[in-house]
DNA sequence: TCCAATGTTGCATATTTTGGAAACATTGCA
DNA sequence: TGCAATGTTTCCAAAATATGCAACATTGGA
């Protein structure tokens, strides 16, 4: 358990942390369509605005999105979208496993 | 914004959440080798019986990882290897959008 | 300059998460 | 049965996180 190693893991974990949300995985969603102000993103998903601020505030200091100015607004645009592939994929592992379970469990249905 | 939409990022923050600690990614990766016992996990990451054991109960909740009891112990194995691929994915892409700023920032060190 | 629109930050509160110790449960063996 | 090994659960205190409101900052236009 090398220092290294150590900081991949906490640098991962601060990746999934920022995605630990459901308004935030919804932000992702949203973003992957289009670029995104904070104010019609906050109306659109019914946040107040602070709080929509805060959460692409977690999503930017993680890496995920990113911000540009436009006059008195700001972008929010995705910077990877396989992060979201990545849920995908991971979900699609974990009900198919679920389901397979589920099959040896009740055998007779067939 | 529907119900179902809703119910889906529920799900896929669920399955980020028990992601989101350093310790669980290690764990993750650990068991991406072969199949561990509590104890031995525990040992070789230098957390006390019971963190270890709550953390794997996480990972079990979300599905990441599957148990088979052998005698008075129980194995844990990786259920989703492509969650870890995943999250290389997107911390290259992260840190490649990092350096690809740094680049812009910095653009005479060239 | 003054104002309106847009975002961010600070604060208070409530909730959740974490780690550690001890108690408890289960299993296999002498 | 009694005991040792292994895991899980419970309780607690500390730390982190989420929400809403208000205050503040920045920008562009009247």
Known sequence: MDQR???????RAGIFKALAHPMR????????EKP??????????GLE????SKH???LKAAGLVDTEKRGTLVEYRLVAPCVLDVA??????ILA?????????LPLRS
């Open 36 to 45: 995104w102000c904070v104010c019609e993103l906050a109306f659109a998903l």
């Open 97 to 105: 496993k679920r389901r397979a379970k589920l099959d040896i469990a």
């Open 5 to 11: 190693t150590l900081r991949r893991c906490e640098f």
């Open 49 to 52: 605005k602070s709080v929509a």
């Open 25 to 32: 995985v919804l932000m992702l969603e949203t973003l992957k």
């Open 88 to 93: 995908a994929c991971a979900e699609g592992a």
């Open 56 to 58: 692409l505030a977690q």
